[in-house]
């Protein structure tokens, strides 16, 4: 509804007609809502001063703006954090979660006493915003992240759920230097995501010097409206103009809005107001003191309240996972046509997705060679394109995944390395995403090594709560899919390039955390550990050697993490005390290290074949053997090692 200043409206209960004076309902509403950006500046300060850390300047500048989406737009349910229907806010200038914890005490979600613990290790308040604490719906902080949540979260609501809830995006100006904020403006507008308006906090400052465009709010809409946005510029310490912006975005459709919100950085301290080198240092106590005596004169009245859903029958949100029936076994057979476990990725995903109607699939527009079309053929409502923008990809998802929805998002290995930083924020989080990298490694071939994903285990094993599964054959990854989507948390599947050889039944039982042991006997001299196609590599070396005498242990490792370092353990022992880890990944943060890590406690002779220089161009054959992971380096390097021994 809109309605000036001076606007009278004639209202009717029963058979009178009252007249209101619109005029002094809405400046009533405006001064509780100044009061309160008062309120929440001062437990800003308050807070970073007792905890000697912070950035209360940021805060101050958006206090406004908290003010009137917390306590005019947005409806929330205080008392139900994870109400689906509850609108999203995400504070993507994470680094102001004081301002956002102040907002969530007046609304009663957090205890008004957790405030002045902020930053302390007995608190849930840390120093920017994680989903521990309710309401926060992805971890933020490192910036430029979280209008890609933000997308995640829309699309679910709009084109999933089909839900009238909105969501809201505050970011801060020196951020939007960040691509990762363009992939996102891109990709929300191409969904025509008229359910999101992001906010741009225009304070001018950055943390060492004034941001490229400072306060010309032209350049800014040059910029958004290129990108299909709807554009509302506005003083942002002025709340009836956020208002009317607000309900002007409220109702446009078929695209986003974008709120450019002219600030001062440090509004309501003195000493701070508009000035550079205050970012992330709190105000020293006498200071503090005389900001908040000023503050508490603006005061007036007392808070208004949160706005509330509507009542819904829709159930909250639950972390756990549901299948309408048995997931399907995987169709393939030992013996049978070789098959790459990239395609078997993309057919259990096609199959698996039949059963749980909240398993949805991103792609970086590669669908052809990850098999993620499979999915889409089958389940075109729950597949979304994300193009050449993989940090966005990874940021939807997480958003996706705030929503209660299993979202796959599937490139090449080597190219999630350019959402990495999204990748470490979605395991602080807790991220229920499923990432899966395909092409991995030097058996991908004449593409040569900007094609090969050689680092991607390191990258993802070094976040502690991240399962990384790496299956070897169709079976395994088919299994591995299921696995993925039944473990509430972030995971990682890597899968590879070239067909491979199905050796296992359908009905395999896999675990996360434990391997496989193919080869056995109680002469077996040395273990080998592979993984992926080095699986087959070791078990053509085992042929060879047993020509030659000498039998060997064959270990598919398949959970490199969690790891299974018991039946390693129990291999290694039974062995002499010998494995040999072959792995078509950098040395660096591979299976060896993990493996070797796994048994350090029982001071094993580990050795380990692994990529240790940067590959070329070359087949699949080829480069194995060039490389030294191929059957004949395996054979090579155990009869050295039983020489040596």
């Known amino acids: 509804m809109e309605c000036s200043l001076t606007d009278w409206r004639v209202k009717r209960i029963g058979r009178w007609e009252v007249q209101f004076n619109m005029s002094a309902l809405q400046e009533e509403k405006a001064v509780r809502l100044r009061d309160l950006a008062a309120r929440l500046r001062i437990d800003s300060i308050q807070a970073t001063t007792a905890a000697g850390s912070g950035h209360p300047s940021s805060c101050a500048s958006a206090a406004e703006i908290v003010s009137a989406l917390f306590f005019s737009v947005m409806r929330f349910n205080p008392a139900e954090p994870d109400n689906p229907e509850n609108d999203a806010f995400v504070l993507s200038k994470g680094h102001a979660a004081p301002l956002l914890y102040s907002a969530l005490a007046e609304a009663g979600v957090i205890p008004r006493e957790e405030l002045l613990k902020l930053r302390r290790i007995d608190s849930i308040l840390e120093g920017h915003p994680t989903p521990r604490i309710p309401f926060v719906k992805a971890a933020t902080g490192s910036l430029g992240q979280g209008l890609s949540v933000g997308v995640g979260l829309a699309l679910a609501a709009k084109h999933l759920d089909r839900t009238a809830d909105r969501t809201y995006v505050l970011l801060g100006d020196g951020e939007s230097a960040e691509g990762a904020v363009w992939e996102a403006a891109a990709s929300a507008s191409h969904y025509g995501l008229d359910n999101l308006c992001a906010i741009l906090d225009i304070n001018r400052l950055g943390q060492s010097e004034p941001t490229m465009a400072g306060h010309d709010l032209a350049a800014y809409e040059r910029r958004w409206q290129a990108f299909g946005w709807r554009t509302l510029s506005v003083d942002g310490h002025d709340v009836e103009q956020l208002l009317s912006a607000f309900e002007t975005a409220a109702r446009e459709k078929g695209r986003p809005t974008m709120i450019l919100a002219r600030t001062l950085k440090g509004k309501g301290i003195p000493e701070e107001e508009d ?259 080095t699986l087959f590599e070791a078990l053509k070396a085992h042929k060879e050697l047993l020509k030659k005498g000498i039998a060997t242990r064959i270990v598919d490792l398949f959970s490199v993490q969690p790891i299974d370092a018991e039946t390693l353990a129990a291999c290694v022992e039974e062995t002499g005390g010998r494995v040999l880890v072959v792995e078509d990944h950098y040395a660096r943060g591979g299976i060896g290290e993990a493996v070797g890590a796994a048994l350090a406690q029982y001071r094993p002779r580990v050795a380990s074949l692994a990529v240790r220089e940067i590959p070329r161009s070359g087949s699949p054959a080829e480069l194995m053997d060039a490389f030294g992971i191929s059957a004949g380096s395996i054979v090579r390097k155990v009869e050295l090692l039983l020489e040596q021994s």
């Open 275 to 533: 000035k550079g080198g205050f970012h992330g240092k709190p105000v020293e106590k006498e200071a503090a003191e005389e900001a908040i005596r000023a503050l508490e004169r603006q005061i007036h009245g007392r808070a208004p309240e949160a706005k509330k859903p509507p009542a819904t029958a829709q159930a909250v949100v639950e972390k756990v996972v549901e299948w309408r029936s048995e997931p399907p076994a995987p169709p393939y057979a030992p013996g049978g046509k070789p098959v790459a476990t990239r395609k078997a990725f993309g057919e259990a995903l096609a199959a698996i997705g039949a059963v749980n109607q909240d398993i949805v699939v991103l792609d970086g527009d590669v669908k052809n060679s990850t098999y993620t079309e499979l999915f889409q053929e089958k389940h075109p409502e729950r597949f979304f394109q994300m193009y050449i923008a993989e940090q966005n990809m990874v940021g939807a998802a997480m958003g996706l995944a705030a929503k209660g929805k299993i979202p796959f998002a599937a490139t090449f290995a080597c190219f999630l390395a350019r959402a990495y930083d999204f990748v470490r924020m979605a395991a602080i989080g807790g991220s229920n995403i499923k990432l899966v990298g395909t092409h991995a490694g030097v058996s991908i071939g004449e593409d040569g090594p900007s094609q090969m994903g050689l680092e991607d285990l390191a990258m993802f094993a070094a976040q502690p709560n991240f399962l990384v599964l790496y299956p070897s054959d169709a079976v395994s990854a088919w299994r591995s899919v299921q696995l993925a989507a039944e473990r509430i948390g972030p995971a990682y599947l890597r899968m590879t390039r070239p067909n491979t050889p199905v050796i296992y039944e359908d009905g395999e039982s896999f675990q996360a955390g434990k391997c496989k042991v193919l080869r056995r006997s109680g002469d077996d001299r040395i273990t080998i550990v592979g993984a992926g196609v």
